[in-house]
C-alpha cells in the first residue's frame, strides 16, 4: 500500500518558519504555516491515508487539533536525516510500498502530485520534487534508502544537489516531479497568493 508521510512541526511560535518570522513575525509566520499545513494535509488526505509525523514528541494533541484525524508518530532522531529515515523504516517495515515523504509548507503539494509520484517510481528507484530553494518538497522510495538521508546539509540550497549525488553514488533510477515554491520568506508567502498572514 502507498504510504504518504507528512512530516510537519507542532506551529508554535519561534519554533516554525524561522526565516519567515524574522520578516514577518512570529504570528504571522505561525498563521501562514497552519494555513498550508492544514490545506495540504486536507488535500493529500482526499485520496490518500496520511501519516502525520511530528515534532516535537509531545505535540500529538495540538497536531491533531491542527490537521484532523490521521495516523500519528512522533519523529525520533537527530537531525531531520535520521528522523526521516527511521519513519521510512517503520513503513517499510509493515510492508508499505512505495513509501512518500512531504512537507506541510508546499501549498501545491495535493493528490495530483501524489498520483504522479507513484506514476514515476513505477519506473524509478528514487523520485524528488525540487524546491525553488534548493531543497525539496517530496521524495519517494519503492525501497529503504538509508544512505539517502545520512550527510545532506538540511536548510541549506544543497539538499536537493546533495540527495542526485548520493542516488547517483549507488546507481539508483531517479524521476524529477515538477519543481514547487515551499514557504520559507515573505517573498514566497507573495509569490504563493497568501499576502500577510
Known amino acids: 500500500m502507498t504510504a504518504v508521510l507528512l512530516f510537519a512541526k507542532a506551529p508554535r511560535p519561534g519554533r516554525v518558519k524561522t526565516r519567515l518570522a524574522r520578516e514577518v513575525g512570529d504570528a504571522a ?3 501562514a504555516y497552519r494555513r498550508v499545513g492544514a490545506g495540504v494535509a ?12 511530528h515534532d516535537p514528541p509531545d505535540a500529538e494533541r495540538e497536531m491533531r487539533d491542527w490537521l484532523g484525524d490521521h495516523e500519528y508518530r512522533a519523529q525520533r532522531g537527530g537531525d ?14 509493515r510492508g508499505d510500498r512505495p513509501v512518500l515523504a512531504i512537507g506541510a509548507d508546499a501549498p501545491g503539494v495535493g493528490p495530483a502530485v501524489v498520483r504522479e509520484a507513484v506514476r514515476v517510481l513505477q519506473q524509478a528507484d528514487v523520485v524528488l520534487g525540487p524546491a525553488l530553494d534548493g531543497g ?15 550527510g545532506v546539509p538540511w536548510g541549506t540550497p544543497r539538499v536537493l ?5 548520493l542516488c547517483v553514488a549507488r546507481d539508483l533510477k531517479i524521476g ?9 520568506t515573505a517573498a514566497d508567502l507573495e509569490a504563493l497568493g497568501l499576502g500577510r498572514a
Open 29 to 31: 509566520a505561525v498563521e
Open 42 to 53: 486536507a488535500a493529500v488526505a482526499a485520496e490518500f491515508d496520511l501519516t502525520v509525523w
Open 80 to 93: 531531520l536525516g535520521e528522523r526521516m529515515s527511521r519513519a521510512f523504516a517503520a513503513h517499510f517495515d
Open 136 to 150: 525539496y518538497y517530496l521524495i519517494g522510495l519503492n525501497r529503504e534508502a538509508r544512505h539517502l538521508f545520512e
Open 161 to 165: 544537489q546533495v540527495t542526485v549525488a
Open 176 to 184: 524529477q516531479l515538477a519543481p514547487l515554491r515551499d514557504l520559507d
